[in-house]
Structures are given as structure tokens and as C-alpha cells.
């Protein structure tokens, strides 16, 4: 069984969509991420979620909003695309909020906006 | 502020040979230090974490990691490489000062291991 999981594995679409990502995670963790990988690899924190409560929102627009129906799903929609938001998006877990605790990644989804 | 830096964007190393991946970090508070490896199309996997007593940490896939307080350093290391150790390695850190529950990672290196 994957651990975490997020779907589309690969999503293409045009200027001005709208799109969901998906995650999924089995450990039974109560910390979910969504990170953001650009085309040079750096990685970068969006979001935190803590038994679905709000715990980071690095300074992302508006247009990428979070929503966590229950500690175990973390999804992100994202309106009005850019061309800008072509990247690698990654949904994590980790066990919770402390600082000595890893974080488990999904496969990734490839965004690509055209 | 937290900050870590990989310094190299690029390791080569020849199969059978030791490695190191260097990694320097800065924290507030007391430092919580990880390494994570990506293999191509593939999401982040832990191999190793230091948090406190013993300063060399082993951890996944015979890597290894040295804490280095006085130099602020944890890098990552392995006796004898592997053409299938090549992938990208990150460098991250949290700390229990002012660093909230975020993690920082470092820009990434890159190791080839040649055959």
C-alpha cells in the first residue's frame, strides 16, 4: 500500500483553469503538507495542515486554496492558472508538528500550464 | 532565521569510492537536521535525521551523516558508493527556537556515481 498518495500523477491544462490535486496518506500521521518543486528543483513549503487545522500559509496567492476534510486528506485546488504555476507539487506527512519527526512525500504531481 | 546550504550542485564520484555531500546549516534554536533523497520522477525519501546524542547518525541504504556543532555542518556520507545511489540529495532543517513548524531544504545536489 502507498503511504501517500496524490493524484493526478500528471496534469496538462490551459491558462485560466481551474484543477484539484489529491492526498491521500495511511499512516494514520496528523501533519499534511503540500510542497511546490520548481523546474531548478528548489523545494519550497505552501502549506501545513495539523489535524486539519491551518498551521502555515507561506505567502501563497489566494488562487491556491487548501482543504483538509479529515486529518488522513489534504487536497489543493488552484484557480485562474498561470503559466507560473507549471511545477512539481508534493503532498507530504509526517507523524505531527514536532520538529524531530520526518516527513513522508507522495510521487508528486507534474503540473504543467500551457 | 533557519537557513541550510548544500554548496555543491554536483558530486561526481567513481563506484567503490567513499562520499560526502556537504551541508551547512543556521537555526535560532537547537537544530534538527535530515537528509532526504529524490530518484528521478519520484517524491523525497528519508534516509537519515540527527536530533540529539551520538553525532554520527546512520541511517538508509548505508548512508551515514556527521553533526557538527561547531562548524554547523551534517554532512552526508557512505564508505563505498553505488551507480544506483546517483539521485538528488537534500539537506533540511527544523529547529525548537523561533523556526515555527517549518522545515527549510536545502537547494539540492546532485551525485553521480560512475560505473
Known amino acids: 500500500d502507498t503511504a501517500v498518495s496524490q493524484t493526478p500523477k500528471y496534469l496538462v491544462t490551459q491558462m485560466g483553469n481551474d484543477k484539484s490535486i489529491k492526498c491521500e496518506q495511511n499512516?494514520?500521521?496528523?501533519?499534511m503538507y503540500w510542497y511546490k518543486q520548481d523546474s531548478k528543483k528548489f523545494l519550497k513549503i505552501m502549506f501545513s495542515?495539523?489535524?486539519?487545522?491551518?498551521?502555515i500559509n507561506e505567502t501563497v496567492p489566494n488562487r491556491f486554496s487548501p482543504k483538509s476534510p479529515d486529518k488522513a486528506h489534504l487536497n489543493l485546488h488552484i484557480n485562474s492558472l498561470e503559466l507560473g504555476d507549471s511545477a512539481v507539487y508534493f503532498c507530504?506527512?509526517?507523524?505531527?508538528?514536532?520538529?524531530?519527526?520526518?516527513?513522508?512525500f507522495g510521487q508528486g504531481t507534474r503540473l504543467t500550464v500551457v | 532565521a533557519q537557513s541550510v546550504a548544500q554548496p555543491e550542485d554536483q558530486v561526481n564520484v567513481a563506484e567503490g569510492n567513499p562520499l560526502t555531500v556537504k551541508c551547512t546549516y543556521s537555526?535560532?534554536?537547537?537544530?534538527?537536521l535530515f537528509w532526504y533523497v529524490q530518484y528521478p520522477n519520484r517524491g523525497l525519501q528519508f534516509l537519515l535525521k540527527?536530533?540529539?546524542?551520538?553525532?554520527l547518525v546512520k541511517g538508509s541504504y548505508g548512508f551515514e551523516a556527521e553533526f557538527n556543532k561547531s562548524q554547523t555542518s551534517f554532512h552526508l556520507k557512505k564508505p563505498s558508493a553505488l551507480v544506483s545511489d546517483s539521485a538528488l540529495y537534500f539537506c533540511?532543517?527544523?529547529?525548537?527556537?523561533?523556526?515555527?513548524?517549518?522545515?527549510?531544504f536545502g537547494a539540492g545536489t546532485r551525485l553521480f556515481v560512475k560505473a
Open positions: 499512516l494514520g500521521h496528523d501533519t
Open positions: 540527527y536530533i540529539t546524542g551520538d553525532n
Open positions: 507530504a506527512s509526517s507523524q505531527d508538528l514536532g520538529a524531530n519527526t520526518e516527513a513522508f
Open positions: 533540511a532543517v527544523r529547529d525548537d527556537g523561533n523556526g515555527g513548524f517549518k522545515t527549510i
Open positions: 495542515y495539523n489535524n486539519k487545522e491551518l498551521i
Open positions: 537555526v535560532s534554536g537547537n537544530p534538527y
